[in-house]
């Protein structure tokens, strides 16, 4: 396939397209990040009359940092030996009132004055520059976090997103079910490079997908050589070396660095390779820890192991006594059994976890965790300050997030959103110390981050949690999983995509899985919510009258006064919405968000009955405890109310006149991975016939007549 067609980026041809003339573009990011392809590909889809060109940038011997084209390009100046008489060339063939579009490629090879050339051009004529490269020119490289020369797109901006990579397998024909596309994204971390490596490897055999991507997680099956080549060959060797012998960890820190490999200059190391994310990435903006990319360190780990077993059982070894002298018994022992030591550490064993909660606040701990499963986090709270778990971790302790964890849920779900990212912040901060990296109380950090940035009505913010929680958890606890996917439906739901809302919690729910979300009923109450939403009333009175009693009181009420709102405004309803909602009003309920929510709805109702100034006073007092924490977005409001806060209007995209069932969409999504009809009715416990009428009920809706038509169908309306 035409590289062209296999990395097409509409995401990153829109961010290029939305840059001025007179100006340069940034894309700084590492080896196989996808940088040329994407540059190139982009550049044709430029229009006339803009005139384009490729450059690749080098030092040549006549002294310019730049040589002709090796692309077909529409226009291009390359007679001059001068950056004047280069510039003289433009402008008398026309660059002076033609926009023009330059990619030049391979930035991290330009002579020191480049960058400042290249700003008298932008300035001078109608050119929009788009450099790409490792890194910026050394002399004209910005100081961390300085984005003030240009706008730029990054390693993360370039890497894949989980929905991209499921559109570049069904683009390969790769029909992977929904769990194994996540865990390519998260093997993979999103890197281009990898991404194909996979999807080619997938595509390449006929193999368990899952057995393809342990090895390819293992063993960085297939990168080695690129990796020695294309990353490691760039560096001094004995700097190259020493990278190599520190890969034999997860995550490294410079004192870590110096145990390894004996280098007194480890910081300088690492923050070089850091530079633009080439190598390595830090934990966090603040964290002095950092770890390899993922894929790359497999490569390197594998090729010791394979080559010099000796230095690795050595390097092991010196892993373990480091960690056992740091309080990280678990790390200790896992260095220790690779090294085949008979000891744990060389003259030191690892001392036993410091800051692990006592037997009284453990079991503190569960009983708040139980708590919050049932949405009562004043339950929870009361739990915590009886026990004691509430004690932060001493110095040099063992990192135990969970104290921090539980109180961060709490916060979250009384609705105190600045306190939640707080503790979630802090959660991630203590693992970070510690250099670790995967744990689920990574995970629980960024579900609590992304419903932060949920209820403060941002999207984008959300996102980027959720796609950090699919690549930096391989294996998540199935509450993370389950966790994750109420998120992306009550995301959809908040944007006003309530149709795919709703078949994120069907499935839920029919895998039985809506029990390990936190609080467990949050999927059927969302459930009601969206019914409303797409104005099916019948339906959400017939869930609401089946799931009322295991809502809590408040929300229980909430939602039916929401469903009494939908009769006729006489004062019988007005009473009966009084008397679900008033004790309500009188004595708050535990969340923020309920609260809130009580208001708007008897704001909703009071305009119904002319009552403006009363409904004007509650949406006042509403606005007020929203502002108190940011929130934009009610959690749970039904979007199409006009009253109360801002919120997204429904999306216009495309859906079905007649949507699928509970059961089509089961086998539709089945239909993704590689099982048979019989494996089908086996999975969903049905008779082969059932299979085979949902399957001709699914393409009769989708407007298909093959399997393969109907899952691309389904992933185009956002089905799955």
């Not at 995401?11 to 990040?33: C, E, F, K, M, W």
């Not at 996540?182 to 490079?193: I, N, Q, S």
């Not at 996979?198 to 960085?220: K, M, Q, S, Y």
């Not at 089908?680 to 008779?687: D, E, T």
Request: proline share 8%.
């Amino acid at each position: 396939m035409p590289a062209a067609k296999r990395l097409y980026r509409p995401r990153l041809h829109r961010a290029l397209d939305r840059a001025d003339q007179h100006s340069i573009t940034a894309v700084l990011a590492p080896a196989g990040a996808g940088k040329t392809e994407l540059a190139t590909v982009w550049l044709r889809t430029v229009p006339p009359p803009h005139r384009t060109a490729y450059v690749q940038v080098a030092q040549c011997p006549d002294g310019r940092w730049w040589c002709p084209t090796t692309l077909p390009a529409r226009w291009w100046p390359a007679g001059a030996t001068t950056f004047d008489g280069w510039l003289d060339q433009l402008r008398q063939q026309g660059g002076g009132t033609t926009p023009c579009t330059v990619v030049l490629d391979g930035a991290e090879t330009a002579a020191p004055g480049a960058l400042a050339q290249l700003d008298q051009l932008v300035t001078a004529l109608p050119v929009h520059v788009v450099l790409c490269g490792r890194h910026a020119p050394a002399s004209a490289d910005p100081a961390p976090g300085d984005e003030s020369l240009f706008p730029a797109l990054n390693g993360a901006d370039l890497a894949f997103t989980p929905a991209e990579t499921a559109d570049l397998c069904d683009r390969h024909h790769l029909t992977l079910p929904p769990t194994t596309v996540r865990r390519l994204y998260a093997v993979t971390e999103g890197w281009a490079a990898g991404v194909v490596v996979a999807i080619a490897a997938l595509a390449g055999e006929p193999h368990d997908p899952d057995t393809v991507l342990d090895r390819l997680e293992r063993t960085g099956a297939g990168l080695h050589d690129y990796v020695q080549n294309e990353v490691l060959a760039e560096l001094p060797a004995d700097v190259a070396d020493a990278v190599q012998a520190s890969s034999i960890v997860e995550t490294v820190n410079p004192e870590l660095f110096t145990a390894l490999t004996g280098r007194a200059d480890s910081a300088d190391i690492l923050a070089e390779l850091s530079r633009n994310d080439m190598f390595a990435c830090r934990l966090n903006p603040t964290s002095h820890w950092y770890r390899y990319r993922r894929l790359w360190r497999a490569a390197i780990v594998t090729a010791l192991h394979e080559q010099d077993p000796a230095t690795a059982r050595e390097l092991h070894r010196r892993a373990a006594i480091w960690y056992g002298h740091h309080q990280q018994p678990a790390e200790a022992l896992r260095h220790a059994l690779a090294g085949h030591g008979p000891t744990l550490t060389a003259g030191a064993s690892p001392p036993a976890p410091a800051g692990r909660a006592a037997p009284g606040a453990a079991a503190g701990i569960a009983e708040a965790w139980l708590a919050l499963s049932h949405g009562r986090p004043d339950l929870a709270q009361a739990a915590l300050d009886t026990t004691g778990a509430r004690r932060p971790p001493a110095p040099g302790d063992a990192p135990d997030t969970a104290p921090l964890r539980v109180q961060a849920v709490i916060a979250y779900q009384r609705g105190q959103l600045r306190k939640a990212a707080r503790h979630a912040d802090r959660m991630r901060a203590v693992l970070a110390e510690h250099g670790i990296t995967g744990a689920d109380d990574e995970g629980w950090a960024l579900l609590v981050l992304a419903g932060v940035a949920i209820a403060r009505g941002r999207a984008k913010q959300a996102h980027r949690h959720l796609y950090r929680l699919a690549a930096e958890l391989r294996r998540p606890d199935p509450q993370i999983v389950a966790g994750e996917r109420f998120l992306t439906a009550l995301l959809d739901h908040q944007q006003g995509r309530h149709a795919a809302a709703l078949r994120h919690l069907e499935r839920l729910i029919t895998d039985g899985l809506d029990t390990l979300v936190i609080p467990r009923w949050a999927p059927r109450a969302l459930r009601i919510e969206a019914l409303l939403a797409v104005d099916l009333p019948s339906d959400a009175r017939r869930h609401w009258s089946h799931d009322a009693g295991v809502l809590p009181q408040v929300l229980a009420d909430l939602i039916a006064a929401k469903l009494l709102l939908l009769d006729d405004a006489t004062p019988e309803v007005r009473q009966r919405i009084d008397r679900r909602l008033q004790p309500h009003l009188q004595n708050p309920p535990p969340s923020l968000l309920h609260d809130i929510e009580v208001r708007l709805v008897l704001a909703a109702d009071a305009h119904r009955h002319g009552d403006t100034a009363h409904a004007a006073h509650l949406e006042r007092q509403a606005a007020a405890l929203a502002a108190d924490e940011g929130i934009h977005h009610p959690r749970l409001l039904d979007p199409r109310w006009p009253h109360g806060l801002h919120r997204a209007a429904p999306e216009r995209a495309e859906t079905l006149i007649v949507p699928l069932t509970a059961a089509e969409t089961a086998v539709c999504e089945l239909l993704q991975g590689f099982m048979t009809v019989t494996e089908i009715a086996r999975a969903l416990k049905v008779s082969p016939n059932t299979v085979k009428t949902h399957m001709a009920g699914v393409y009769r809706k989708l407007g298909v007549h093959r399997r393969r038509d109907a899952v691309r169908r389904a992933r185009e309306l956002g089905l799955f």
